[in-house]
């Protein structure tokens, strides 16, 4: 298991951008994989990116294509989400997540052991 810690949420308006940051600390993360999910007022937690650790591929949600990037440091244990043309419908707490062996499921909660305590995201129209 690993200790994940986020940073970089805030407020802005619609069409800016944030930059989240996640550090993992503890242990390794191995062949496994990293990843965000949200969760918006009154809804459930929503994938939103995800990178393999081993072979640096990536996987995204639908309604984030195009506008969200993440991206790693296995060096520093670290992913980032670089959020580009923020919506208000981005508004949510974003969660890093972490396992340190293979998924199957890049999208779904249950293949992640290790979360972090989340981070706020408020776009303002």
């Known amino acids: 298991q690993v200790q994940l810690a986020e940073s970089g949420g805030g407020s802005v308006q619609a069409g800016g951008s944030l930059r989240l940051s996640c550090v993992a600390s503890g242990g390794t993360l191995g062949s496994g994989a990293m990843g965000w999910f949200r969760r918006a007022p009154g809804k459930e937690h929503a994938f939103v990116a995800a990178?393999?650790?081993?072979?640096?591929?990536?996987y995204y949600a639908d309604s984030v294509k195009g506008r969200f990037t993440i991206s790693g440091d296995n060096d520093k244990n670290m992913v980032f989400l670089q959020m580009n043309s923020l919506e208000p419908e981005d508004t949510a707490i974003y969660y890093c997540?972490?396992?340190?062996?293979?998924?199957?499921?890049?999208?779904?909660?249950?293949?992640?052991?290790?979360w972090g305590q989340g981070t706020q995201v408020t776009v303002s129209s």
């Open positions: 997540a972490a396992n340190s062996r293979p998924l199957v499921y890049y999208s779904d909660a249950l293949e992640y052991h290790d």
């Open positions: 990178i393999s650790w081993s072979g640096g591929s990536t």
